[in-house]
């Protein structure tokens, strides 16, 4: 868990801590934390400006997506289940996946949506085509879309540039996958037209 000044330099570079960095766990800082709890978590029971895990969580993830992610915003990452089984940041984003899917963006130069971030394991056992095991419950794994991958020529190239060039060990879209030990057909329909990529 984060100590009491790296809490408040995280806050404050996120804009939620006007005080002073000082490692007192304060009235300002205990503030802090029910705003970037109001802002981000979908029960209202996970609001009660107590630093816990789950803040704990949520405040590393904050603070990794706006170091990492220029044109994303930690709320596109948030789990699926909408509150049902957790806060909707059980685990913390890694930051390597994010700063490759940040250059991905860059790269492409063109709006991207997340479809997929974080998974609770209940949703994720919930969803058709997951396995057990998904990189999306340990905050290693995103599926996104954009105008350029509506082609399946343009996902390939898009999957194989990124095994290439980031440490990855798989990556696919439907009708095509690539991993660190070889390539070939993947039926998952269930993706559209997006790509998955993960990370060691």
Known sequence: MLNVKTRQTYLKSL???????????????????????????????DIDGIYGNNTDKLLQNAYNVWKCCKNFK????????NGRYCTGYPVILNTNLLTYLQ???????????????IRCQKYNDS??????????????????YNSKTATLTNRKNIINNYIKNRYASYAYCNSYYKSNWGSGYVNAPYMGTSIHIDVI
């Open 15 to 45: 804009g939620f801590y006007k005080g002073v960095i000082d490692g007192i766990e304060g009235v300002l800082t205990k503030q802090a934390y029910k705003n970037l709890q109001k802002t981000y978590f979908v029960r209202k029971s």
């Open 74 to 81: 930690l709320s596109e990452f948030r789990c699926e289940c």
């Open 103 to 117: 250059k991905i963006r860059s790269d492409l130069k063109v709006s991207t949506v997340i479809t997929s971030g």
């Open 127 to 144: 969803l058709a085509g997951s396995i057990k095991d998904s990189k999306h419950t340990k905050g290693k794994a995103v599926d996104f």
